[in-house]
């Protein structure tokens, strides 16, 4: 789960140009609702508890109210049919953690315009079956290694957030 808040403070260089900083949370939806996170009044009282955020974050102020939207690992079942594919997040999506997501969806989309260009001009599906084969292998390899590098994460031993995926480590 992804919450997005909205902090005007009038930071430096980019931040300058649009006046407010973005700062998000992400955690397991359940965990969320524990921590009250959709509340405003209860997301800035734990904004002030941290201290690396906060000293970023500044004495701003909340611009709009918390969005909390789902940014969970998926990947369709099928990404292609007759006359439709799926690309980008549409197609597979990687958790934000993983940094990974603008690459994929950059690299996936070159392959899916080849197969879509052998599709339109020579008539053939083959194209289409490899880039449902190649969306499927690269998300099998990303939760693979996603895994590992959960598993493999000790510096909030204490969180119950790390401590779910900590479970991994003997699955990998």
């Known amino acids: 789960m992804k919450i997005r808040f909205n902090i005007c403070n009038g930071g430096k260089s980019f931040i300058r140009k649009f006046k407010c900083r ?5 955690t397991d939806s359940d965990l969320a609702c524990e921590f ?6 209860r ?3 734990l904004l002030r508890q941290t201290h690396w955020i906060q000293a970023s974050a500044g ?7 918390v969005i909390v939207r789902p940014a969970n690992s998926t990947c369709l ?8 594919l799926a690309v980008g997040d549409a197609a ?9 997501g603008i690459t994929k969806a950059l690299r996936l989309g070159i392959f899916a315009g080849y197969a879509i260009g052998e599709r339109l001009n020579k008539e053939e599906t083959a194209g289409l079956s490899k ?3 190649l969306v499927r292998r690269e998300f099998e390899y990303y939760r693979q290694i996603h895994r590992q590098y959960s598993a493999e994460e000790q510096r909030w031993k204490q969180s119950q957030f790390w401590h779910r995926r900590h479970k991994f480590k003997n699955a990998v």
């Open 36 to 41: 009250g996170l959709k509340d405003c009044d």
């Open 92 to 100: 597979s999506a990687y958790d934000p953690l993983s940094s990974q």
């Open 77 to 84: 079942d099928q990404v292609c049919g007759d006359n439709w």
């Open 59 to 65: 004495d701003g102020v909340l611009q709009d109210e």
């Open 22 to 26: 973005v700062v998000a949370c992400l």
């Open 43 to 45: 997301w800035l009282e």
């Open 131 to 133: 880039y449902a084969s």
